[in-house]
């Protein structure tokens, strides 16, 4: 019996510093409320090293426990209690890591206005684009905290069942099944959100180019 772990949910973030210009058009003002997104969103990227610990911390939790086998009861009890405390932590930096990308949001949904006001036909549809990515990359980052949660109830479940006296080893695999079809869940919205990414990254930095800006990139 074996249970996956969840590899850490990538943000891949542009760092841009844009020169200094006389007055401000709309595209520099889109930039700025664009950009400090990106700053809002560092509580979400600092939480992904913990998450993995965690996670990696629970795995060895999790095949010592079925090292041990169902017979060491006293030890399985103690190993699951554990357990059980490390997806109260990850649960804890789901909260935060949510918070971070909701502010994000905020903060990028005052440019939805901003676009009407460009004259420019290409600029404003380059734009517009940028905005629907941003939109679908945060659709599907609810996708994936939906999952992410969904596979910690199952994980609960199990280390909840692993302290039954009674249970039997057919229900124990049964679950042990369902928790790997959750994760493959948790994987592929992943995967969707890291090519969301990447796509309004893209969109973004043409936008910054057909625009005109003075943008630096690092």
């Known amino acids: 019996m074996q249970i996956k772990i969840i590899p850490t949910v990538v943000f891949v973030s542009i760092i841009l510093l844009l020169g200094a210009c006389s007055g401000e058009s709309t595209p520099q003002k889109m930039y700025e409320h664009m950009e400090s997104a990106v700053s809002l969103e560092d509580t979400f990227a600092e939480q992904q090293e913990p998450l993995v610990a965690l996670e990696e ?85 609810l996708a994936l905290h939906e999952s992410y949660n969904a596979s910690l109830e199952k994980d609960r479940e199990l280390y909840e069942m692993l302290q039954d006296e009674e249970l039997e080893e057919e229900t124990l695999k049964n679950h042990i099944t369902s928790v790997n079809e ?34 630096e990139y690092e």
């Open 57 to 141: 911390e629970e795995k060895a939790l999790y095949e010592e426990i079925i090292n041990l086998g169902l017979d060491e009861l006293d030890q399985v009890k103690e190993l699951s209690q554990e357990a059980l405390g490390k997806i109260e932590e990850r649960q804890e930096i789901l909260k935060v890591e949510k918070e971070s990308i909701d502010a994000a949001k905020e903060e990028f949904e005052k440019v939805e206005p901003m676009i009407e006001e460009i004259e420019e036909e290409d600029v404003k549809e380059k734009a517009e684009q940028v905005y629907q990515a941003m939109e679908d990359r945060y659709n599907a980052y």
């Open 182 to 215: 959750n994760y493959d869940k948790v994987l592929e919205a992943n995967e969707l959100f890291n090519e969301k990414t990447d796509e309004y990254n893209k969109l973004k930095e043409e936008f910054y180019e057909i625009a005109e800006l003075n943008v």
